[in-house]
Each structure stands twice: as structure tokens, then as C-alpha cells.
């Protein structure tokens, strides 16, 4: 039981440059969800798809666009890389969004864009 | 809008003291508070929840608590290891899917 699990940890991209970043869970949860966290900030929403077949933007969905491809796994692409997306990306998931439910984090991918 | 604010950003007590990190926030219409701990390099992992009807959750060494009306939640650390190094983290879930972060306390305990 892996949990969640990201590919790749680490990445250095040139802007204008794209990537996908890779999201699975073992977990059978319905929700997921991609996190940014920068230096001094707390962790913020890009996008959620709070079942299969469905995705939602958060509070950061600009430079991004997302792929819920089955119940596993959830992908974040980034179309033309800019530096501000330098960042550390987390997926996580979570049984169904209820509000009593724990969101079960990944290792996250460290983002370099140069 | 909310903001979750945790002070102070970092913390260096000796080992076996008893600790106190904080969390504010400032719309007290929330579902529940979570406290999270991150390791260096790695995700985060859930610690407590408190659910918005509740005063405060427990476990083990850990106590936290929460006062909505206050804006106010506290995480309590019995006899400090040195394990316990990590950044902790709070959270609130004012509706919906969305979770609103904290940046964290940065805490070191001293061996």
C-alpha cells in the first residue's frame, strides 16, 4: 500500500518549456487535489476533482490545467513554464471531500524553472 | 476572505520541554481545524483534526485545541523529543473542497 504517490521528485525546466507531473493513490479515494507550496506561504489550491470525471479550480488555476484520467490517478500540466511556478507541487487525496475526512498527502515535486 | 496565521514561523526549545504552537484565523465559520506535521523533503502527514463542534482532540503527546469564536486554535507538545523536529502546520476548511493553509512553525528540539 504505497499511498500517494508522485512522479517525478525533481525537475528543472527552461521557461516556455512544458511538463506534466504525475499523481497516483492506491487508496480507492474518490477526491484529489494539487497543492503549491512557496517559501513563507502556507499551501495553496491549484485545482480538485472531487470525484472521477470531474475537476475544479482553486485558488492559484492560472499557467495550470489538470487530467483526472481514472479513480487513480490525477496529472497537473504546465503548458509554457514560467519561474513564478517554481515551486513544490503536492497531490492529494481523500475519500470524498466530506469535512470530517483527512486529505493523504504525496512526497511532492520540487519545480525549477529557470 | 480567510488567513491562517501561525506564529512564530520557527522554534528551538530543549528537549523534554513542553511547547505550545499557534494558530489564528480569521473567519470563525469553519468545519473543522487540522494540525499537520512536514518533514524536510516530504509530504504532509495529519496529525489532529478537530471538528468545528469540538474543544480539542488528543493524541498521545499531542493536545490540541480549538475556540472558534476566538479565531483561535492551540497544538500542545508533552515533553519535546528530539523527533519532533518538523514544520507543523495548520489548516481550516471553511466549506467546500477547499482547505486554507497556515505557513507553518519550523520547530527544533534540542537533544
Known amino acids: 500500500n504505497a499511498g500517494v504517490t508522485q512522479t517525478p521528485k525533481f525537475q528543472v525546466l527552461k521557461t516556455g518549456q512544458s511538463m506534466t507531473l504525475q499523481c497516483a493513490q492506491d487508496?480507492?479515494?474518490?477526491?484529489m487535489y494539487w497543492y503549491r507550496q512557496d517559501p513563507g506561504m502556507g499551501l495553496r489550491l491549484i485545482y480538485y476533482?472531487?470525484?472521477?470525471?470531474?475537476?475544479d479550480k482553486g485558488e492559484v488555476p492560472n499557467g495550470y490545467n489538470v487530467s483526472r484520467l481514472n479513480k487513480r490517478e490525477f496529472s497537473l500540466r504546465l503548458e509554457s513554464a514560467a519561474p513564478s511556478q517554481t515551486s513544490v507541487y503536492f497531490c492529494?487525496?481523500?475519500?470524498?471531500?466530506?469535512?470530517?475526512?483527512?486529505?493523504?498527502f504525496g512526497p511532492g515535486t520540487r519545480l525549477l524553472v529557470l | 476572505k480567510q488567513e491562517v496565521t501561525q506564529i512564530p514561523a520557527a522554534l528551538s526549545v530543549p528537549e523534554g520541554e513542553n511547547l505550545v504552537l499557534n494558530c489564528s484565523f480569521t473567519d470563525s465559520a469553519i468545519y473543522n481545524l487540522q494540525w499537520f506535521r512536514q518533514d524536510p523533503g516530504k509530504g504532509l502527514t495529519s496529525l489532529l483534526l478537530?471538528?468545528?463542534?469540538?474543544r480539542e482532540q488528543t493524541s498521545g503527546r499531542l493536545n490540541a485545541s480549538l475556540d472558534k469564536s476566538s479565531g483561535r486554535s492551540t497544538l500542545y507538545i508533552a515533553a519535546s523529543q528530539p523527533g519532533d523536529s518538523a514544520t507543523y502546520l495548520c489548516?481550516?476548511?471553511?466549506?467546500?473542497?477547499?482547505?486554507?493553509f497556515g505557513a507553518g512553525t519550523r520547530l527544533f528540539v534540542k537533544a
Open positions: 476533482s472531487a470525484s472521477e470525471g470531474t475537476t
Open positions: 492529494a487525496s481523500s475519500m470524498d471531500g466530506q469535512m470530517q475526512e483527512t486529505q493523504y
Open positions: 487508496m480507492n479515494h474518490n477526491s
Open positions: 478537530i471538528q468545528s463542534s469540538q
Open positions: 489548516a481550516v476548511r471553511p466549506g467546500g473542497f477547499k482547505t486554507i
